[in-house]
């Protein structure tokens, strides 16, 4: 269709690359299976027998090589972040009983939110809470929890 071949889309800066030869024994991220060249090793030292290590025990990430000013200057937004998914999730929850004509437990909802924020964050995600539209479309559907 465009009749250009993939090394000549690389050299016009159309694709992305070329990329430096990775070591699979210290990527981030999930990898059972990593090749190197031509040979394949299969990486077992890490946690759940891949390559993943939590980011505090990979010894190329050291608390000491945070820097805390740059930390530091995000907390306003952080509070911000907090504050607004708080917000959220007691309006949502007050939505849901109207909505669905049963008692909440707000306490445990902040629960629920904040400790999966926990492991989002954790894991590199987003900041989440429930879904109205979709808490009112399961409990149409016959749902009882």
Do not use: C
Not at 18 to 24: H, R
Not at 85 to 95: Q, R
Request: charged residues 15%; glycine residues 12%; aromatic residues 10%.
């Amino acid at each position: 269709f465009l009749r250009i071949t993939p090394d000549d889309a690389l050299t016009r800066g159309y694709l992305l690359g070329p990329f430096p030869e990775m070591n699979p024994t210290r990527r981030f991220g999930f990898f059972l299976d990593s090749s190197v060249g031509s040979t394949t090793q299969t990486v077992t030292h890490g946690l759940f027998g891949t390559s993943f290590d939590p980011l505090l025990t990979h010894p190329d990430v050291l608390l000491s090589k945070v820097r805390w000013d740059v930390v530091f200057e995000q907390a306003p937004g952080a509070v911000a972040v907090f504050g607004l998914s708080t917000l959220g999730v007691l309006l949502i929850t007050s939505a849901v009983e109207m909505s669905t004509e049963r008692d909440g437990d707000a306490n445990d909802e902040l629960r629920a939110a904040g400790f999966a924020n926990v492991l989002s964050g954790l894991g590199g995600g987003f900041v989440g809470y429930h879904s109205l539209s979709s808490t009112q479309i399961a409990y149409g559907m016959g749902s009882a929890s």
